[in-house]
């Protein structure tokens, strides 16, 4: 995972989509988080989609343990179906 500023991260994120997508199926999936740890992911953290090419998603999410953390994470699907995992693309820490 790549430790960017905010206006790297930004950059990195791209173009935010103007509508929310549902993100509950997600929900208890892990990720890695850019404090270090892993955390569960619920739709209810606050978070931003990003758009991106077919069926996955990028989003951020902020750390459910400190806030000044913010990770750009992105859907893994197994044969274009299955979801595998989030991988964290990038993380950000505010001060
Ligand atoms: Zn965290």
Redesign the pocket.
């Known amino acids: 995972m790549k430790n960017l500023n905010t206006e790297e991260f930004l950059f990195e994120a791209g173009a935010q989509m103007t509508f929310h997508r549902d993100m509950s199926y997600y929900n208890e999936k892990s990720f890695q ?5 892993e ?1 569960d992911f619920y739709d209810y953290m606050n978070y931003s989609n990003f758009g991106t090419s077919g069926i996955n998603a990028k989003m951020i999410v902020t ?4 806030p000044k ?1 913010s ?1 750009l994470i992105k859907t893994k699907y197994k044969f274009l179906v299955v979801f595998d995992k989030f991988i964290s693309l990038a993380g950000c820490k505010t001060e």
């Open positions: 988080c850019a404090c270090g740890s955390h750390c459910p343990k400190d953390f990770t």
